[in-house]
Each structure stands twice: as C-alpha cells, then as structure tokens.
C-alpha cells in the first residue's frame, strides 16, 4: 500500500476509464463511419435526435438490452439511414487499439503497491473484444456499466465500484477523459484526474502518480 494519505487513508487503487485513457476508440460517428467506409448520411436527423439516441446507448449500457436490439433502435430512430447490420459495422470498429505506454504504466503502479481497476461505460460486444488487449490483464478489479446496471456520471456507480475495491473516497484514484465522469468521482470523494485521450496516456498517468508521491 502506499503512503499518500488522503481523508480516507492511503491511495490503495488506481481505477481506470478504458476508452480515451486505456484504449483508444473513435471520437465521432463520422471518424466510426471512415472506419468501415461508409459515408455520413443524414447528419440533420442525427443531429434531431441526440437525446433519443443517448437513451438506447444509456439502456445497451447498463445491460437494459442487447447488440441486435441496440442496433434496431438505432436504425429506427435516424429513419433508416443506416441498417442495423451498418449499425452494428461501426460498431464493431469503434475500438481501435491499446494506447502506447499503459500496460507498463500500470505494471508500474502494482509494482509501488496499488491495486488497479477499471470503471468503463461499455457493452458486452466491446467489453468481449477488449479482452484482446494486454492491458486488460494488468487489471485486478475490472468493472464494466453493462454489468452493473449503472452508468457514469451517476454516483450509484461510484459507490458500486466501492464495494467491490473494498477503498472508498480519496484512496481511488480515478483516471477518465469525460469532465463530467471526474467531476462525480470528485463528488464522492475519489481522487480524480482528467486526462487527455489526445495525448500520451501513459504519461499523465505515470505524472498524476508522482505528483501525489506514488513512486513509479
């Protein structure tokens, strides 16, 4: 355990987001689209329609429903724009790849004496996949929305996560690239950082670590 005494006790576990901090996954529709060589289609009714599909993205990640029936909704809501199994294509290649440097930077962190997590709003399709990534093993607590039934920013999945680390408050230290997931974890307590998914990952996190004295 390391020495860095916060107002619950030592940091005791480094916990993750994956997608901007861990693995690098496309930023936009258009850049998910480029992937697999379709166009953009009607950006108009995309642009309609944010709130109805932050809705079915909310209710495939917290597990409320499955792949094919995301991909329906999906197609249903932008009017046929794209078919469910054009849905499901870009989709399927909105994982990219492992970000430089992370599997070491966490090997780092066990080895000052922290253990590591992963706090990451996903699905079961991507959280399959992501498996493929070394980095995944270097997590001793791996926590996913769609298997909890909760979802970040909304503090039950913070408090969640806290009983199955068995550390609370300022002993997480949490790494995401959304403000608003930092900002709940500071709410609760964590110690939050927010990184930039555009830059070098690893490196944030090997400096947010020994600005707070962790020696890696």
Known sequence: MVNVVGNTGPIRVACFD?????IRICR????????V??????????????QERQQVVYDYQTGRIDGPTFAQ???????????????????????????????????????????????????????RGLWDYPVMNRLDVPLASHLL???KPDH???????AR???KGSSVLFFDDLEPN????????????????AGRTDEQILAAARTRGIAV
């Open 149 to 151: 039934g909760l979802h």
């Open 18 to 22: 994956l997608g901007g901090v861990l």
């Open 182 to 197: 930092v900002a709940a974890a500071r709410e609760v307590g964590w110690d939050a950082v927010h990184v930039n998914h």
């Open 73 to 127: 909704r999906l197609s249903e809501i932008l009017r046929g724009a794209y078919t469910p199994e054009e849905v499901m294509n870009v989709h399927r290649a909105w994982v990219i790849e492992e970000y430089q440097g992370v599997a070491e930077a966490l090997d780092r962190l066990k080895q000052a004496g922290l253990r590591t997590a992963c706090l990451s709003n996903t699905n079961d399709a991507h959280w």
């Open 165 to 167: 680390f068995g550390a």
């Open 156 to 162: 039950a999945i913070y408090r969640a996560a806290e």
């Open 28 to 35: 936009t529709w258009a850049e998910g689209c480029a992937r």
């Open 37 to 50: 060589g379709l166009p953009v289609r009607d950006p108009q009714r995309r642009e309609e329609t944010v």
